[in-house]
């Protein structure tokens, strides 16, 4: 998926947060739900279920995909481009080495998004989540048919919004 922002985000800092729990994982911009991928609770090959997470971040060239089909080009006399990070904080289930998940990897542990409240979006979240669908998805490989001739199992887990 590719969004706009409503705002401009090199002009000062904002919340980036993810919600990953074994029923969704949602990606936030200051508390605003832009995406959300949810699992099936049937065995699938997508929803990474007993898999460890970790934080990767990288700028790279998406000209080639990301772009409405090579319509937009990336400006590199704007380079360098650099992204700055403060603040970074992890409220998690850590994963030591191992053949066996730890036990904070349960399905309803005692963790915060381990519970029902977070196991989808409340009706805010909808409404908000419905807003940034409408005004700033660029791009949603769950729409482009010429990529993805068969509808990818995932995208029919959306939740409705308003």
């Given amino acids: 998926m590719r969004h706009s922002l409503w705002f401009d985000p090199t002009a000062e800092f904002h919340s980036y947060s ?3 729990n074994p029923k969704q994982i ?3 911009v200051d508390k605003v739900p832009i995406r959300e991928y949810r699992n099936s609770d049937k065995p ?3 929803f990474p279920i007993m898999k ?3 934080v990767f971040s990288s700028i790279w060239n998406a000209d080639d995909w990301a772009t409405r089909g090579g319509l937009e080009k990336t400006d590199w006399t704007k380079g360098p481009f650099v992204s700055s990070y403060s603040d970074f904080t992890a409220d998690a289930c850590a994963w030591a080495t191992g ?3 730890p036990a904070c990897a349960a ?3 005692n963790s915060w998004w381990d519970q029902p409240p977070a196991w989808a979006l409340d009706d805010g979240q909808r409404r908000d989540s ?3 669908a409408r005004n700033l998805v ?3 490989y769950c729409d482009d048919r010429k990529r993805f001739p068969a509808v990818p199992e995932e995208c029919a887990l959306r939740t409705k919004t308003s």
């Fill in 18 to 20: 993810i919600l990953w």
């Fill in 26 to 28: 949602v990606f936030f």
């Fill in 44 to 46: 699938n090959r997508f």
């Fill in 52 to 54: 460890p997470m970790y």
């Fill in 99 to 101: 053949p066996a998940p």
């Fill in 107 to 109: 399905a309803t542990g």
């Fill in 130 to 132: 419905g807003w940034v």
């Fill in 138 to 140: 660029i791009y949603d």
